[in-house]
Structures are given as C-alpha cells and as structure tokens.
C-alpha cells in the first residue's frame, strides 16, 4: 500500500514549507501575536491568493475540492510554523458548517467570500460545563414571527474576536443534552446583543467568549432544518 502523498500534495506541501520559511519565522510570528488583531490580514489574502482557503470545498461550491490528506498536508505545515491565521476556525469548521448544511442562496453569498479572503467565521458551540460536548446546548432559540431570538453563552470560540460572521448552535428544543432540537444560526458578529470578551490562547491565536442577549436573528439566517444540525456539527467537529 502506497502512502506517499500525490504530486498535488507534494506541491501543496512546498507551498506552505516556502511560505512558513518566508514568512514566519520566530520575531515575526511574535509581532503578529502581539499585534492588535493577532494575526496578519495580509497573510490571510495570501493564503487566498495562494488558493489555499480554497482547499476545504468541493469543486461544485467552487472550491478546490481538497480531501482529509489535503488538509492534513496543510495543517501539518502550519503547525510546524505555529501560524495563528484562523484557518481552522474560518476555513474548516465555519466553511464546512456552510457548504454541508447551507441552501444554495446561503453557500452562494458566503463561500465564495470565505474563498477571497473577504469574510472570517467562527463556530460557537461550547458552553462552560459542557465539557465540549456540542450536544450539551443550553443556548435557546425562540421563534419570533419571522425572526429567531437568542440568548446564551458560548465559551473558547476560536477566531471569534476576528470574525464577522459566528455560527451559533442553539436549543429550539428538547433537554439541555439531546441530539435532537439543536440548530446552527449564521450571526453578525455586531449585531444588537452579541458580546466578545477576547483572549489569547496558549499557543497564540484568538478566542472569545461569546454572550447572545435577546439576538434577534432573520429565520432564513438558520443553517438547514430546524432542530437538526447536531449530526452535521458533531461530524465537523470530529474533522477539525
């Protein structure tokens, strides 16, 4: 059985080897980390030139179509530069949130900003005591008429000081720790009642704890069927 990576893998390697050369050696990192946003707005419009925030959609969303390998080749070399651009939180988890559950008008308005480099999501799912299992929601969602209202906490939110978009899980029934009845809300990030207490994790990037005080959001800003993203957010989750 043959392991070795493919040619495309290999290039996708040598890619984010040069660029970590470059770009990111110890003093430079530590500018970043200490730098207002905590990461580099540059790099992040480099990796989307270099097609690298591609990586994670199918080639039917417009992406490059990139399977477990692809970003296990990536996140490697990322991990041996330390960089703190929020790759996994906005690219993998936030991007892949999208793609699996959105309807076309969601994933045609937001993917292809997330490709550009023009959009940074998080995905707020733990809640202290949680113990980080995403079933475990007491954030609640109430219908409105045409809105949702939101209230809760979430906690350790990567990429949420920085994001403009967060995707919110939230109880629209059942107990605080059933399967069923949990939906994913797309949130702006500045929206009437949302709060972000910022932090610096140990390894450098940006978190937040996230409070949602009576957040009215648009019904059609839900993320597939009502009560029913715990299987699609679990199974992101195991990816990241």
Same mark, same amino acid.
């Given at each position: ?28 990192? $530590? ?10 707005? /540059? ?7 270099? $097609? ?7 080639e039917e969303d417009g992406g490059f179509g990139g399977k477990a390998v692809d970003l ?33 008008? !969601? ?20 809640? !202290? ?16 008429g045409d809105e949702v209202v939101l209230n809760g906490a979430k906690t350790a939110v ?5 994001? !403009? ?6 109880? /629209?029934?059942?107990? +605080?720790?059933?399967?069923? $009845? ?6 702006? +990030?500045? +929206? *009437?009642?949302?709060?972000?207490? +910022? ?19 648009? *019904?059609t800003a839900r993320l597939g069927a009502a009560g029913g993203a715990a299987a699609v ?8």
């Open positions: 059985m043959d392991f070795s990576y493919s040619e495309e893998q290999q290039m996708l390697q040598e890619s984010v080897q040069k660029f970590v050369m470059q770009k990111y050696d110890f003093y430079t990192r $530590g500018d970043i980390i200490k730098s207002e946003a905590g990461y580099s707005a /540059e790099n992040w419009t480099m990796f989307a030139e270099l $097609g690298w925030l591609t990586v994670p959609f199918t296990m080749v990536m996140m490697e070399e990322f991990g041996k530069g330390m960089l703190v651009e929020p790759y996994l939180s906005c690219a993998i988890m936030g991007g892949t949130l999208i793609a699996d559950l959105g309807n076309e008008e !969601q994933k045609g308005a937001l993917i292809p900003r997330i490709m550009e480099g023009a959009m940074i999501t998080a995905v707020a799912y733990a809640e !202290q005591g949680s113990r980080f299992n995403p079933n475990n929601v007491k954030t609640s969602a109430v219908v409105s990567l990429g949420a000081p920085n994001a !403009q978009t967060i995707i919110v899980s939230a109880r /629209e029934s059942g107990a +605080a720790t059933d399967s069923d $009845g949990i939906s994913l809300f797309l949130v702006d +990030a500045k +929206a *009437a009642g949302v709060s972000i207490k +910022a932090y610096t994790t140990i390894d450098g990037r940006k978190a937040g704890e996230v409070t949602l005080a009576d957040v009215r959001v648009p *019904a957010l679990s199974a992101v989750i195991d990816r990241a």
